[in-house]
């Protein structure tokens, strides 16, 4: 079974500074989707970025890009210019590619954004 | 686009009662999922239907939950008798089809409190 650890609970950044939340994953597989998603206190889970593992090329969506590292199954977000509406709870989740079904979470990083 | 609608938003009940949450998907999503989401935790996948057929239900509590989705549109998720480590919120999402690379689309929950 797949599963997806976040190691860092908790995250600060200082606003406009650069900050990176830390995903690895467990999986048999060769081809999966990987992605973050940002939860705000309202709850609604909101696709920030996604990765397919069959691309080299690391994702890019704006200020928010991934460091995915297949052969250490790492999958890091990098948000730059952080800005206060970035503060939330950030998830990052797997997907099979072949089974075509549910998003499996990791715990979840709290972010937290000083002005 | 209409997104995703849940109702009802709050809901705190006795425990050993009974409670009911419904969903409307995206219009056109074939796709439905119902995960819960314990305070702390990541979301996890109770049940996937595939227009109103039911595609995974392997940790959905079937002694006290269960779910329907009529005519493969909307559904509806039930809790009876309720439990305290019940409460949760429960996220609906909905996409255009099982295939891994459809994105996955979110409600605002809603948010169970069983006392």
């Known amino acids: 079974a797949q599963t997806v650890t976040q190691s860092q609970p908790e995250m600060s950044v200082q606003e406009a500074e650069t900050v990176t939340l830390s995903c690895t994953y467990d999986t048999s597989e060769s081809d999966y989707y990987l992605f973050w998603y940002k939860q705000p206190p309202s709850r609604q889970m909101i696709l920030v970025i996604r990765q397919e593992a069959y691309k080299q090329q690391n994702a890019t969506e704006n200020r928010f890009s991934v460091n995915f590292q297949k052969a250490a199954k790492s999958f890091s977000l990098k948000i730059s210019d952080s800005q206060l509406g970035d503060a939330a709870m950030y998830f990052c989740?797997?997907?099979?590619?072949?089974?075509?079904?549910?998003?499996?979470f990791g715990q979840g990083t709290e972010l937290s954004v000083k002005p | 686009e209409a997104g995703v609608a849940q109702s009802p938003r709050y809901k705190i009940i006795e425990k050993r009662q009974s409670v009911a949450f419904w969903c409307n998907p995206i219009s056109g999503h074939a796709t439905l999922y119902w995960y819960q989401q314990i305070l702390g935790q990541g979301p996890k996948l109770l049940i996937q239907?595939?227009?109103?057929?039911?595609?995974?239900d392997s940790q959905l509590p079937k002694d006290r939950f269960s779910a329907e989705r009529l005519k493969g549109v909307d559904s509806t998720l039930k809790i009876q008798p309720a439990k305290l480590e019940d409460s949760a919120v429960y996220l609906c999402?909905?996409?255009?089809?099982?295939?891994?690379?459809?994105?996955?689309?979110f409600g605002e929950g809603s948010w169970l409190t069983v006392v």
């Open positions: 239907f595939q227009n109103n057929g039911v595609v995974d």
């Open positions: 989740a797997y997907r099979s590619y072949n089974q075509g079904g549910k998003l499996i």
């Open positions: 999402a909905s996409s255009p089809g099982p295939a891994s690379g459809n994105t996955i689309y």
